[in-house]
């Protein structure tokens, strides 16, 4: 549960991986804003994710809404409207006929208010005016069964992130992320630190791919500072499609290289079954690859030893 609160959990400090959560790469938690939510209001408890899972999810439901109640002191976490249901069991408790309670909850979840017979009924059974001002400003609200699966999926890839680190890294590289930088991501912490900070630089200017990438560095680097490292491109020994795990490093895949599709990635191992490769010409060929791919492989020294072409000359022969 701590990696919902702080850093500390992960072995890191906020500023290693600038952010002041340990929830980068969990799903439902791991964006900028469910991230200021966390830091807001320190969750603790199961219930209380689900609490942010469906304020993050509803309209008008945080902002302007829960967030200033807990701010001024009004309520705690807890006691905030965050998802649909909550309105019809706080009502049922407070008095309110269960039927009617349900008629307020439909009503405030799709963004209609309340009518003046529905707040006389509840201020008739002592409901707080903060509370009826917050369903009046509800635009739309997510149900719990939703927010509780979305919770229950990002707590137990939490205990991978937590107990099994590269496991956790390896499968989110592989499965989660499209864009890569792996010069940068090779190079360490201080190269992707780099590579994000020229993508903040672009602010507006920046394209859906740079943020896609923005966000596999941020993983990069979280995965750096915890001691874990990136090897390069291996002819011989990297998948086409998956991160595998040697030690405490990944060997990265083809795919990930950029420019390089699964097609080409998948090529590339098959014909390297058919044994190992003579020249750089002789991959290109077997694998039917483009000279820019061979270029590019290359230049990131994944070809090292390979001559260029199969052509001998005599004096390989000591002629």
């Given at each position: 549960m701590k990696i919902f609160s702080s850093t500390d959990v992960l072995g890191v400090t906020p500023e290693q991986i600038e952010s002041k959560t340990g929830t980068l790469g969990i799903p439902e938690f791991g964006t900028k804003f469910v991230r200021q939510m966390l830091e807001e209001t320190k969750p603790s408890t199961f219930s209380e994710l689900v609490q942010i899972?469906?304020?993050s999810h509803g309209t008008d439901v945080w902002i302007g809404n829960a967030n200033e109640l807990i701010?001024?002191?009004?309520?705690?976490?807890?006691?905030?409207?965050?998802?649909?249901?909550?309105?019809?069991v706080y009502l049922i408790y407070a008095g309110l006929e269960p039927s009617f309670a349900f008629k307020i909850m439909e009503s405030v979840r799709k963004g209609k208010g309340l009518s003046e017979d529905m707040e006389t009924e509840m201020r008739a059974n002592d409901v707080p005016e903060w509370y009826i001002?917050?369903?009046?400003?509800?635009?739309?609200?997510?149900?719990?069964?939703h927010a509780t699966a979305y919770v229950l999926m990002a707590v137990r890839i939490a205990y991978f992130k937590v107990h099994h680190p590269i496991l956790y890294y390896a499968t989110y590289f592989t499965v989660r992320a499209g864009d890569f930088d792996l010069s940068a991501m090779i190079k360490g912490s201080q190269a992707v630190r780099k590579a994000m900070s020229d993508i903040r630089e672009k602010g507006f200017e920046a394209t859906a791919k740079d943020k896609g990438l923005h966000t596999v560095l941020e993983l990069a680097l979280e995965m750096l500072e915890r001691g874990m490292k990136f090897q390069n491109i291996d002819l011989y020994r990297s998948s086409a499609t998956e991160f595998l795990i040697e030690g405490n490093t990944l060997i990265p895949p083809f795919n990930a290289v950029d420019g390089l599709g699964t097609n080409a990635a998948k090529a590339i191992v098959e014909a390297r079954a058919e044994g190992q490769f003579l020249s750089k010409e002789d991959l290109r060929k077997r694998a039917k690859l483009s000279k820019t791919i061979v270029e590019t492989l290359d230049t990131m020294k994944c070809l090292e030893g390979l001559p260029d072409?199969?052509?001998?000359?005599?004096?390989?022969?000591?002629?």
């Open positions: 899972s469906g304020l701010y001024n002191g009004t309520c705690e976490l807890k006691d905030v409207i965050g998802c649909r249901d909550d309105i019809m001002s917050s369903c009046k400003k509800i635009k739309y609200m997510f149900p719990k069964a072409e199969n052509q001998l000359s005599f004096f390989d022969f000591g002629v």
